[in-house]
């Protein structure tokens, strides 16, 4: 994780600390809560905004750096051996990917067909792989960063692609919570790299409205599963009528 992202997420933890909501840090430096979470999720601040969220939060940036510095360091990626582990049991990756959307034990077992006896075994043996921390109560602190990603062709992706893709784009994609956009340019290198990127920072959006709606209730929330893609690509019968 770069130095800007570790002092941005330590200014996250210190405005938590300090009950400021989103909403509350925009009124005070004269912008809209959407302009707020955008700021953060796109990780863009300009040196004059920084200081005033520093001024929030009694902080100046020498002690935000430190406060960086001192921060324990989160993993963005498992290990191809952890992720075998993880691919290799069923409920444990259910189990996994139900604690990175913050799902309670209780609520694991409502939706289901596992015990309790099972999940909290589950959640050991991701604890004991360094996924997660499982506390007192069957409480769960996550040891992942917020932009935490699979390999790129590692074990779980691989599974995707072999079990899960098709049967994820069999859907017209016209429900109230579908889209698909399929689009087809050319790009000079500097154009695609600008694209890359800001489909990076959707994604990083992506990941702070999820960190934003764990807050709510379990029933206020839904699965949803968002894929990013792009490469250099010609469908195969365009390829055929090449010279």
Known sequence: MSHTSL?????????????????????????????VKRMFARRSFTLERLEQVLEVVGMDFA????????????????T??????????TKLLVVAVAALNQIPVEEIVAVYRVSVAETVKYLLRLDRIGF?????????KLLVSRTFSWIPNGPIQTWFRQEASGDYLDTR????????????????PRSTKAL?????????EFSQQHQDDARLPYEQRHSITFLLAARPWMPEAFKALLR
């Open 63 to 78: 002690e935000l750096a430190q406060a960086a510095t001192d921060a324990p360091q989160l993993i963005s990626q498992l």
């Open 7 to 35: 002092m941005i997420d330590a200014l996250k933890r210190q405005l938590k600390a300090k009950a400021v909501t989103y909403a509350e840090l925009g009124r005070r430096i004269g912008l809209s809560e959407p302009s």
């Open 196 to 204: 890359l990127e800001r489909l990076k920072q959707v994604a990083d």
């Open 173 to 188: 994609f016209a429900g109230s919570h579908e889209l698909m956009r399929l689009v087809s340019v050319m790009l000079s």
């Open 80 to 89: 191809y051996a952890q992720e075998e582990e993880i691919i290799g049991d």
């Open 132 to 140: 997660l921390t499982l506390l007192p109560n069957n409480r769960v």
